[in-house]
């Protein structure tokens, strides 16, 4: 079978890092993707991990451990504006994209 | 520099009146999807477009039916709308829909509200 699973909601304070855990179960993996998404907006990509390892974008990371079925979001210098929601995604074999349920994450003062 | 628009950005309807969602992308993208996403779930495939070829997902609605005229339009038409139907709707493409180093690119989204 497959599945995804990644916690509900995280709350964190301004300046802070913060890591959103994703672990998944896949027969097929072409690569895991990470999405942020605004409430009322549409998810925009936010990075993409096949290989095992540390992938890195400015105050966002991302990590990947295939033989684990484990990702995880690192966002760093965490801002106000970083509230909302993370979603990890992986394409099944048959090319579907399977999202999360998504993480909701508030940023305090 | 929109690649992925949708239309419109909020559509109200009346329950039980046919309602068509657009979407267009200057990607030129192969594979085009339509999603549909409640408050606090995740988006859910309804059916995608890889090129002219359309692939219903098993448990997506008959009241759903979708229309790509060409690589650069995709509609989706909801003949009649239910209350349970009012969500957002996302539209967006990939390149082939292999999913090797190639995000999905999500259009901003319609939401559909039912009256």
């Known amino acids: 079978g497959q599945n995804i699973d990644q916690p509900t909601e995280m709350t964190a304070t301004e300046g802070a890092i913060v890591q959103i855990n994703c672990t998944y179960q896949?027969?097929?993996?072409?690569?895991l993707f990470w999405y942020q998404q605004h409430a009322g907006e549409a998810p925009t990509f936010l990075s993409y991990?096949?290989?095992?390892g540390l992938e890195e974008k400015g105050r966002f990371s991302s990590f990947l451990s295939r033989s684990k079925g484990y990702s995880y979001l690192l966002l760093k210098e965490l801002q106000m504006k970083d509230s909302a929601s993370y979603l990890c995604?992986?394409?099944?074999?048959?090319?579907?994209?399977?999202f999360g349920q998504g993480t909701e994450l508030s940023v305090k003062p | 520099d929109a690649m992925v628009i949708q239309n419109p950005r909020y559509q109200v309807t009346q329950f039980g009146k046919p309602v068509t969602l657009s979407c267009s992308q200057t990607?030129?993208?192969?594979?085009m999807y339509w999603y549909q996403q409640k408050s606090s779930q995740a988006p859910k495939l309804l059916f995608h477009?890889?090129?002219?070829?359309?692939?219903n997902e098993a448990d997506t609605p008959d009241n759903f039916q979708s229309r790509r005229p060409n690589t650069s339009f995709c509609f989706l038409d909801i003949r009649s709308p239910g209350l349970g139907d009012a969500a957002m709707y996302l539209c967006?493409?990939?390149?082939?829909?292999?999913?090797?180093?190639?995000?999905?690119?999500f259009g901003d989204g319609t939401r559909l509200s039912i009256l």
């Open positions: 967006a493409t990939s390149r082939d829909g292999t999913g090797l180093d190639q995000p999905q690119h």
């Open positions: 896949t027969s097929g993996f072409n690569g």
């Open positions: 991990n096949v290989l095992d």
């Open positions: 995604a992986f394409y099944n074999q048959g090319g579907k994209l399977i």
């Open positions: 990607l030129n993208h192969n594979v």
């Open positions: 477009y890889y090129d002219k070829d359309f692939n």
